[in-house]
């Protein structure tokens, strides 16, 4: 059995790559329907799985399994415990798609998977642990010790986002919490901290002329030298700052590696994130380097296939 699939499944798009001996030989994605409680994201994946295996003459005898990266909680049996973005509730991942397909399944949450990913193919190539810190839309995040993924009794290990941080604001969090990470660090919440400056600060910025307000516009006036977006992002580099410290703290790794469509302000975001890091941290971890995820899109994919 050489073949395995690595599969990330996202609110728009389900990413899934055909790797042979662990190299990414195909990848393909089709669209993410959550309509009717998401009934068809499933049936859907296994028919393009079984499409490829036609088409490239593939048995499923020659097929380890599949991995699978889901946008929430996923226990070691594969108890899916709601993925909001998907519409899904509770349901077995592991029984699911295994019926449809007739191959093993093994599930993980979706950013574990990219931090499995990025450990093994990408930014964190050779550290002996890891947090992987992705930000995007939210903030999510993954542990890795001596090379194993750090899952958790419930599955939700690595919930840097979760983090609440010392924001004097304290904004309330979808996960029903107030004053998280993800409220600050996301490419929302860049852009709702800038937009609320901008209401209540009559400072000179070019940000003021753009309709509608992006994250990378934040981060390209920053660069260019603009003072507002600068210090608008000098509050997010302390608040990440303090979180990635908070959770190093607790499992102290060599390696801490950001992904997500935000650090594709490069060097810029890792020289921020750094600098506030080391004003937060206990002083034993001090060392603890940083780096920028390489995998991009296909870290999902890439994570999922070790999970198999």
């Known amino acids: 059995m050489k073949y395995s699939f690595g599969v990330d499944i996202g609110g728009t798009f389900v990413k899934i790559g055909l790797f042979c001996d662990g190299e990414l030989i195909e990848k393909r994605q089709i669209p993410t329907k959550i309509e009717n409680g998401g009934a068809a994201i499933l049936p859907d994946t296994a028919k393009e799985i079984d499409k490829i295996l036609l088409e490239r003459n593939i048995e499923k005898s020659n097929v380890k399994g599949i991995g699978v990266g889901v946008p929430g909680p996923v226990d070691e049996n594969g108890l899916v415990n709601c993925c909001v973005n998907l519409n899904w509730g509770v349901f077995n991942l592991h029984e699911t798609l295994g019926a449809l397909t ?3 399944i093994v599930g993980g949450n979706d950013a574990n998977c990219a931090a499995l990913g990025e450990y093994y193919h990408g930014g964190g190539m050779g550290a002996s642990s890891a947090i992987f810190v992705t930000l995007g839309t939210g903030v999510g995040g ?3 010790l001596d090379g194993r993924l750090l899952g ?5 290990a690595g919930e840097v986002g979760h983090i609440t941080v010392s924001a004097s604001d304290k904004k309330p969090c979808t996960c029903g919490k107030f004053g998280c990470l993800e409220q600050y660090a996301s490419a929302n919440g860049i852009v709702r901290m800038a937009k609320e400056r901008l209401a209540s600060d009559d400072t000179k910025t070019c940000l003021r002329s753009i309709e509608n ?16 977006a600068v210090e608008v992002l000098e509050h997010v580099f302390d608040y990440l700052g ?8 607790v499992c102290d790794p060599e390696c801490v590696i950001l992904g997500g469509g935000v650090s594709k302000a490069g060097e810029y975001l890792l020289q921020g994130a750094n600098k506030y890091f080391r004003k937060h941290i206990f002083h034993a971890s001090a060392d ?6 390489t995998l991009g899109n296909d870290a999902g994919m890439y994570g999922a296939n070790r999970l198999i």
Do not use: Q
């Open 102 to 104: 007739g191959l093993k």
């Open 142 to 144: 993954g542990v890795i």
């Open 152 to 156: 958790g009794a419930h599955g939700c």
């Open 213 to 228: 307000l992006t994250c990378k516009d934040v981060f390209d006036a920053a660069k260019s030298g603009d003072i507002f």
């Open 242 to 249: 303090e979180a990635i410290a908070s959770a190093c703290c």
């Open 288 to 293: 603890t380097r940083f780096s920028l995820a």
